[in-house]
């Protein structure tokens, strides 16, 4: 064996060292990388925990505070006890609804929700359809409402423009609110 055969004998072991050692540098780093992802992911998710379980807390008690004052106005049904007695179960109901609440944590409603849309997606198909149209209507009609109070606010600023700005379109206004 040559010396040349020797060097370039070396040259690939030292190479093939560095390589190694690189590997596993980068190996390391992925490894740490990994590691405070992780601990990222669990953190936002105990914080969302969190958040969501504070939040059920207020919620669970606006429903109980609710149905104590639904229960409080049967006061005035004194003469009537078919509609004291239909307000008093819807009372006891929303009570029991605020104590499921507090009990339950959201992953359970999460699991929940989940259930009732694989064991009837027609039905949250169309909930959901019912709810995107109110949500257009609503919308397109404060839009209206908006464009409305701007023309008219527009207007009053202008002093002697009222008369002149509103022609046609604000009779278009009254008319589409008439019909609404």
Known sequence: MGVGQQNTNRQQDNGTEEWDALKGDVGDIAGAAVERSRYFIDSAREQATDYVDRRKDDIAQSVADFATTLRESTHSFDERPNIRAVVDTAAEGLEQLADSIRERTFADFFNEFEGVVRRRPAAVAAVSVAVGFLAAR?????????????????????GQGRARQQGPQGQQRSQSKASA
């Open 138 to 158: 609503f919308i397109k009609s404060t839009a209206e409402d908006l464009r409305y109070d701007s023309m008219n606010a527009g207007s009053t600023q202008g």
